[in-house]
T-cell receptor
Framework: ETAVFQTPNYHVTQVGNEVSFNCKQT?????MYWYKQDSKKLLKIMFS???????VNETVPRRFSPQSSDKAHLNLRIKSVEPEDSAVYLC?????????????FGPGTRLLVL | GQQVQQSPASLVLQEGENAELQCNFS?????MQWFYQRPGGSLVSLFY???GTKQSGRLTSTTVIKERRSSLHISSSQTTDSGTYLC??????????FGSGTQLTVMP
C-alpha cells in the first residue's frame, strides 16, 4: 500500500527550465528525504528534513532546493536544469529519522532533461 | 570513507534455484537495511537488520557486524523475484549509504 506519494511520475524538460517535484507522506513520520538514483541505479541522498529543519544537505548543486510546508510534505525544486540532472528522484520518510526504523519510499519521479 | 559494496552486480537464476546476495560495509557504518526495487517501481523495504538473522517467507537476512557484512538469501526463487536488490547502511546520522545494487533475473 502506497503511503508516500510523488508527483509527477515522469517529466521531460529542456536545459535551463525550472522543475518542481512534490512528495507527500501519510505515515505520520517526522523525517523526509530526497534521493537521486542515476542510470546505474546508484542511490545517493540529497536532502533530509526533520520537523521542517534541513538536517542533511549533501554537496548537491545550488540549483537544487528542498521546500517543506509541514512534516508531511517535502518538495524538490530544480532551477535551471542541466542534462546531468536526468535521473529518478525518490522521496522517502521515516520515524525519528535516526535510521533505527526503515525508510519508506515513494514511486519516484523520472526526470529527462533534453 | 563510508562505503557499501554489494555483490554480485547481476545474477541470473532458473526458477527454483537459491540466491545469495552480499553486502560489505565500512567500519563507520551500521544499521544494515535491504530493499527491493521492481523494474520501474519504488523501493520496498525487506529487512532492517543491524545484526543477527531475520527471516520473512523465502527471504533470510544475516548481518555479522564484526565482519562488516550482511547477506540476503532467497530460497526457491520465483520469476516475480526479478528486480534490483539494494542494501544500505547508516552512520548513525540521518543518511543511508546505498550499495550499487544486484540485478536479479529469474528465468522460468
Amino acid at each position: 500500500e502506497t503511503a508516500v506519494f510523488q508527483t509527477p511520475n515522469y517529466h521531460v524538460t529542456q536545459v535551463g527550465n525550472e522543475v518542481s517535484f512534490n512528495c507527500k507522506q501519510t505515515l505520520g513520520h517526522d523525517t523526509m528525504y530526497w534521493y537521486k538514483q542515476d542510470s546505474k541505479k546508484l542511490l545517493k541522498i540529497m536532502f533530509s528534513y526533520n520537523n521542517k529543519q534541513l538536517i542533511v544537505n549533501e554537496t548537491v548543486p545550488r540549483r537544487f532546493s528542498p521546500q517543506s510546508s509541514d512534516k508531511a510534505h517535502l518538495n524538490l525544486r530544480i532551477k535551471s536544469v542541466e542534462p546531468e540532472d536526468s535521473a529518478v528522484y525518490l522521496c522517502a520518510s521515516s520515524t525519528r529519522g535516526r535510521n533505527q526504523d526503515t525508510q519508506y519510499f515513494g514511486p519516484g519521479t523520472r526526470l529527462l532533461v533534453l | 570513507g563510508q562505503q557499501v559494496q554489494q555483490s554480485p552486480a547481476s545474477l541470473v537464476l532458473q526458477e527454483g534455484e537459491n540466491a545469495e546476495l552480499q553486502c560489505n560495509f565500512s567500519t563507520s557504518l551500521n544499521s544494515m537495511q535491504w530493499f527491493y526495487q521492481r523494474p520501474g517501481g519504488s523501493l520496498v523495504s525487506l529487512f532492517y537488520n543491524p545484526s543477527g538473522t531475520k527471516q520473512s517467507g523465502r527471504l533470510t537476512s544475516t548481518t555479522v557486524i564484526k565482519e562488516r557484512r550482511s547477506s540476503l538469501h532467497i530460497s526457491s526463487s520465483q520469476t516475480t523475484d526479478s528486480g534490483t536488490y539494494l542494501c544500505a547502511a547508516s552512520s548513525g546520522s540521518w543518511q543511508l549509504i546505498f550499495g550499487s545494487g544486484t540485478q536479479l533475473t529469474v528465468m522460468p
